[in-house]
């Protein structure tokens, strides 16, 4: 395994092309990071992993329902994400793409009895020739309906809106923490709706700060960091909430 090191929570393309020979097999990425929200520019890494004839995957929990996606513009081979976070769902459902010309070369990596399409001879099964095939288990029905109710919610507001609105929150957050002094993990211009900032503060100190102003984040204490994450419902005014209380945590 080879890992690309971020440079000032940036990754792009030329520090991913080193890594990535004849011997790659698997090019992964998160969409989004959920270390401090940054986008990567899919299609140039869809490219280079092609071009080796490596498969291009992404973790995309952060980026479903965040923005707009299009795997087949992004050059995606396969993509996994979990729904209790934009999607609205709850734990237990992890949504699965893959390209269907790749449906032969990744072969399933566990067995049950709802992938089998057909029951043949000798206690011998043949597997749906579909993404069916990753389907093995029975689903956690009440999840499902959850997930249908939130996705259902989210085409009402409509994807493209939300990430207007939380982009933008992000950037007057980040803008905020710069002018207060802080450092940040996340890049200036980043367009997902995660911003993480470097903190001296101890993590008690932090904890107990944001919940006395009722704000929820997550304080990363072992390495001095918050992570930030503004959501559909989420406004200007519980940003200039938060700044105040980073404020007084200088």
């Known amino acids: 395994m080879r890992v690309a090191r971020h440079r000032a929570g940036r990754v792009d393309l030329g520090d991913v092309e080193p890594l990535v020979d004849r011997r790659t097999r698997l090019v992964s990425v998160a969409w989004v990071s959920h270390q401090n929200g940054f986008r990567h520019d899919m299609r140039p890494l869809a490219d280079l992993a092609h071009r080796v004839g ?137 367009r997902s709706s995660i911003v993480t900032y470097y903190v001296s503060k101890d993590a008690a100190t932090l904890t107990a700060a944001f919940e006395r102003a009722s704000i929820d984040v997550t304080v990363r204490g072992a390495i001095g960091q918050v992570r930030v994450s503004p959501a559909l419902f989420n406004t200007r005014d519980d940003i200039g909430r938060f700044l105040e209380v980073a404020r007084q945590l200088v």
Not at 92 to 104: N, Q, S
Request: hydrophobic share 45%; net charge negative; charged share 20%.
């Open 54 to 190: 490596a498969v291009f995957y992404t973790d995309a929990i952060q980026a479903v329902g965040m923005f707009p996606i299009d795997v087949k513009a992004a050059g995606v081979d396969a993509l996994c994400c979990g729904t209790y976070k934009w999607i609205l769902g709850s734990f237990g459902v992890a949504p699965f793409y893959i390209r269907r010309e790749l449906l032969d070369r990744i072969p399933p990596d566990r067995f049950g009895a709802l992938h089998v399409e057909k029951e043949l001879d000798d206690h011998r099964f043949q597997l749906y020739q579909t993404a069916k095939r990753f389907d093995y288990a029975t689903l956690p029905f009440s999840e499902i309906y959850q997930l249908g109710a939130g996705l259902e919610f989210l085409q009402r507001v409509g994807v493209d809106r939300i990430e207007a609105h939380t982009v933008a929150l992000a950037q007057a957050l980040r803008a905020g923490l710069a002018a207060l002094g802080y450092r940040l993990f996340t890049p200036e211009g980043n």
